[in-house]
């Protein structure tokens, strides 16, 4: 089974929390809250990653195409994540994104 893990950023996409199975896939923990989550994308995959959060921005919902996330060690996973925008009680004003990643394979 695919293994998935989740993140909440704020609206400029720094890591706001990680879920403990993120250390599984990554090795990554809570050190990266507080980091810009578009920094472990893999450079050749931002242009496809930028149209998907601009997506996720616009309609509150994307899901992305398969990209390289990247692992404490440096190494490079494929993940497609699904990022949903939650909002503030008034349900107009966005208050953070709320992101899941599932695992599709290690380079």
């Known amino acids: 089974?695919?293994?998935?893990?989740t993140s909440t950023t704020?609206?400029?996409?720094?890591i706001l929390s990680i879920d403990t199975k993120m250390s599984t896939v990554t090795g990554f923990d809570s050190e990266i809250e507080g980091t810009n989550i578009?920094?472990?994308?893999?450079?050749a995959d931002n242009r496809r990653s930028i149209h998907c959060l601009k997506t996720l921005l616009i309609t509150?919902?994307?899901?992305s195409p398969i990209i390289r996330f990247m692992t404490h060690t440096g190494e490079w996973v494929w993940v497609q994540?699904?990022?949903?925008?939650?909002?503030?009680?008034?349900?107009?004003?966005?208050?953070?994104l709320e992101n899941g990643y599932?695992?599709?394979y290690k380079d």
């Open 38 to 43: 578009t920094d472990f994308f893999h450079p």
């Open 81 to 96: 994540i699904q990022g949903l925008m939650r909002y503030e009680h008034d349900n107009r004003t966005p208050k953070y």
């Open 102 to 104: 599932g695992f599709k």
């Open 1 to 5: 089974p695919q293994t998935m893990f």
């Open 60 to 63: 509150g919902q994307a899901t």
């Open 10 to 14: 704020t609206m400029d996409l720094k």
